[in-house]
């Protein structure tokens, strides 16, 4: 396994990391919307 290899898979992860938070942040601010209404 190269550097490169690595630093891809890393660079994977944290998109997915990433894009968990924003759909969790959205579910959350969602339902304070809803709570709102």
Do not use: G, P, W
């Amino acid at each position: 396994m190269s550097t490169s290899d690595v630093l891809n898979m890393f660079k994977k992860k944290e998109l997915e990391y990433r894009n968990a938070a924003e759909s969790s942040y959205l579910c959350i601010s969602q339902h304070k919307k809803l709570k709102l209404v």
